[in-house]
Structures are given as structure tokens and as C-alpha cells.
């Protein structure tokens, strides 16, 4: 592919939604767009670029921006992350959410749906001390085709072994043909809506919890920083974040630091703490309960007993070149000022377009979309 091309392309992609793809990454986009172009009576790429140079066609820049997503996810994707929730912050939610009885979830890059449907078995198995309660679980991702195989909740062999605990598959599934069908009670706990993280976050509303799991290690510094910014607007003041083993915010973005002893969990900055202690955290101060973290929350198990976490020593911080550190930005492909991005001089190409898409969450027309179900489809 030509140097010119495959920086067209990894602009348009870039603008429209924070990935950043490098020049190392020129097979991948041959190897997700030929298709694209084939499906479009198109000889190869060059064509392809040819054709948006010439004319903007929104429909097809947002096919070119979804085939290069990487939507690779699993059922208790890390297993730590949903023990917490379940021993950890899901109580803090019945204590501090009491007086009203309710809460929301976001899982802001959702996928296929094996993230929020994992919180909806939480939630499922949490049914008696949730008797009354009234919850939501939305899941957004900007991939239309994700949403349709979330909504449609079906999974291969392969999918249902990976991180499903057996007894879950029996208690929540149905075998359909070759596929596994999730129950339609857990279906129907998860609304799904299409959403660019890029977009404006305000008419999502305020959530709880948010899961922005294994999706910022694609962007850059600064739309990582961004988007947390964004998302920190839409949390209560003692709401958590959870992102990625490979993700953190520290050195992006200010607006929260993370839960000690929690780890993948973060609390907003200027927040009131914490679900559990509602009171200003500031710094991390040693806690005066040696079970209790600085941030409020009871610290996990293997804490109060002494023992090292699941996995402990796994994860490493970002390295350069190591997924979760900073891509480096392709030559000549602009910083973003602003969510929408501006055009930049000189690409030729338009403004993303900024409004949310009729149908889309954060749309004020936003509907969770009925959206017939098909088997799952696999990118190369
Ligand atoms: C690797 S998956 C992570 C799925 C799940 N959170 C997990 O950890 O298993 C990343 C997802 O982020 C979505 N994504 C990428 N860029 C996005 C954007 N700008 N807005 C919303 N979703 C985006 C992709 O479509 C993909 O489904």
C-alpha cells in the first residue's frame, strides 16, 4: 500500500474513533479493508482511497472505521474484576444506594456483550438482596455489528469455554444448533446502544459504575485523557471506573486515581471518595481500619488475610510497545483539540460528523435498537 494511502486511511480511522494504527500496522489494514472494497465492486485499497478522496461517503468511512476495531473479549474477561464487584462494590451499592434503591452500570465498549452480560449474572446471582431494586446495565460500543451479536446473545463452543464458569453455561444458556444462546432474562437486563466514546457523553446520564475495559490501549495519551475527562462527568461523585489490566490513568488524566488495594478500579478525584465512605479522599492516607482501604472500601479478601492477589504479578505497567502504553502517533496524523475532531489542513477529509447518529445513545432519539439475531461473524 502506498505511504499516502495507508495515512489517509489511518487518519480517517483516527478521527473517527481515537484508534491509532501505526505504519506496522499497514497488514491489518489491508488484511480488514479488502474486504470492504471487494464488497463494493473495488479492485483493492487504492480504489478504495481513490474513491474517498474524491467524495466523502460517510456510510463507507464508517465501515473503513468499525473493520479495523478489535472486538476481542470473554466471559469474567480477568475473573478479579467481577469478584470485586461482587464482593466489593455491588455490596457498597446496596449500603450507599439504600435510601433510593437503585443504580446504573455503564460497560462503555461492550462488544460482543460477554462484559455486560458477565455483570447481569453477577447481578442474576445477587437476585435476593436485589429483590426490590431497579438497575440498569447499558452496553455501547461503536461497532453496529458487535451490538447486533450482543443483542442477539449467541456464542460459539469456543466463546461459552472462555472464562464461563460451566455451572453459569448450564444455569443461563440454550443450546441453538451449533451455537449457545444466552438466557433471554439476561438479555433483557442489558440495553444496548451504539456509541462513539469520542461523541458527547452528557445525554447518557449518570452512572454508578462504569466498566471502559481494554479499549483506551488503542487511543492516544491525549484521547485517552479526553475520554476519562468526558466519563468523569458522567459518574457520581462516589461512582467507580473499572479499566484493563494494561490500562491506568495515571500520567493521562487527573480526574481519577486509583482504589487502593483494588486494583483496575478507579474512584473520581473530586468525588466524595468512595461507594462505602462517602467522605473526601484527596491523597491516599493510611486507613485507621487495617481492613479498609485509604479510598473507603473494604479492602478484598486476600488483603485483609495477607495473601497476594489472583494473578499477582501478572501485570506490569505499560512499557513502550507493550499493549496499554502510548501507540506512537503516525507521522503527520494530527492531535484532536476537541471531541468532534476538527478536520485537519490537509487531509482532505471532512469533519467526523459530530452529532450522535438518529438511533445512537446520546442521540435524544437513542432507543436500544431491536436488531434480529445472527450468528457471530469473525474479522481476519
Ligand atoms: C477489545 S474490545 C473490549 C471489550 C470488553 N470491554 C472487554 O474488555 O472484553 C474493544 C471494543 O472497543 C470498541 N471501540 C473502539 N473504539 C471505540 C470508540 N471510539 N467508541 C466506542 N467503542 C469503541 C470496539 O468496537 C471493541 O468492541
Not at 155 to 171: C, M, T
Not at 257 to 283: H, I, N, W
Amino acid at each position: 500500500m502506498k505511504p499516502d494511502d495507508f495515512q489517509f486511511l489511518a487518519t480517517l480511522v483516527k478521527e473517527r474513533s481515537g484508534l491509532v494504527l501505526t505504519q506496522d500496522k499497514a497488514y491489518l489494514l489491508e488484511s480488514r479493508l479488502m474486504p470492504v472494497a471487494r464488497k463494493r465492486g473495488m479492485k483493492g485499497l487504492e480504489e478504495l482511497v481513490s474513491t474517498l478522496r474524491a467524495r466523502m461517503d460517510n456510510a463507507l468511512a464508517d465501515e473503513i472505521t468499525e473493520a479495523m476495531t478489535t472486538n476481542e473479549s470473554f466471559f469474567f474477561r480477568d475473573i478479579k474484576p467481577f469478584d470485586i464487584f461482587k464482593d466489593t462494590v455491588l455490596p457498597n451499592l446496596l449500603k450507599t444506594r439504600a435510601h433510593k434503591k437503585s443504580f446504573r452500570i455503564w460497560c462503555a465498549a461492550a462488544s460482543s456483550g460477554q462484559e455486560p452480560y458477565s455483570i447481569a449474572m453477577v447481578l442474576k446471582e445477587a437476585a435476593a438482596q436485589l429483590a426490590g431494586w431497579r438497575y440498569e446495565i447499558i452496553g455501547t460500543d461503536i461497532s453496529k455489528e458487535m451490538l447486533d451479536k450482543a443483542q442477539a446473545g449467541l456464542y460459539s463452543q469456543f466463546e461459552v469455554q472462555r472464562g464461563l464458569p460451566v455451572q453459569h453455561l448450564v444455569k443461563y444458556f440454550k443450546k441453538r444448533d451449533d451455537l449457545w444462546q444466552i438466557d433471554s432474562s439476561l438479555r433483557g437486563m442489558v440495553q444496548y446502544k451504539e456509541f462513539n466514546l469520542l461523541d458527547d457523553m452528557k445525554a447518557l446520564g449518570t452512572f454508578d459504575v462504569v466498566f471502559c475495559r481494554n479499549v483506551l490501549i488503542y487511543f492516544d495519551q491525549q484521547t485517552k485523557g479526553e475520554v476519562l475527562g468526558k466519563m468523569a462527568q458522567q459518574m457520581a461523585d462516589d461512582g467507580v471506573l473499572y479499566l484493563g489490566g494494561a490500562e491506568t490513568v495515571l500520567g493521562i488524566s487527573d480526574a481519577f486515581k486509583p482504589v487502593q488495594g483494588l486494583r483496575g478500579v478507579y474512584a473520581r478525584t473530586s468525588g466524595t471518595g468512595s461507594l462505602g465512605d462517602g467522605a473526601d479522599t484527596g491523597p491516599a492516607k493510611p486507613a485507621a481500619n487495617p481492613n479498609v482501604g485509604a479510598t473507603g472500601f473494604q479492602k478484598p479478601k486476600h488483603m485483609r488475610e495477607g495473601r497476594p492477589p489472583l494473578g499477582a504479578g501478572t501485570a506490569a505497567p505499560a512499557r513502550p510497545g507493550a499493549a496499554g502504553a502510548t501507540p506512537p502517533r503516525p507521522a503527520g496524523v494530527p492531535r484532536p483539540t476537541t471531541s468532534p475532531a476538527p478536520r485537519p489542513a490537509g487531509t482532505g477529509l471532512p469533519p467526523r460528523p459530530g452529532a450522535p447518529r438518529p438511533g445512537a445513545a446520546g442521540s435524544s432519539t437513542g432507543t436500544t435498537r431491536p436488531l434480529p439475531p445472527r450468528p457471530p461473524v469473525k474479522k481476519p
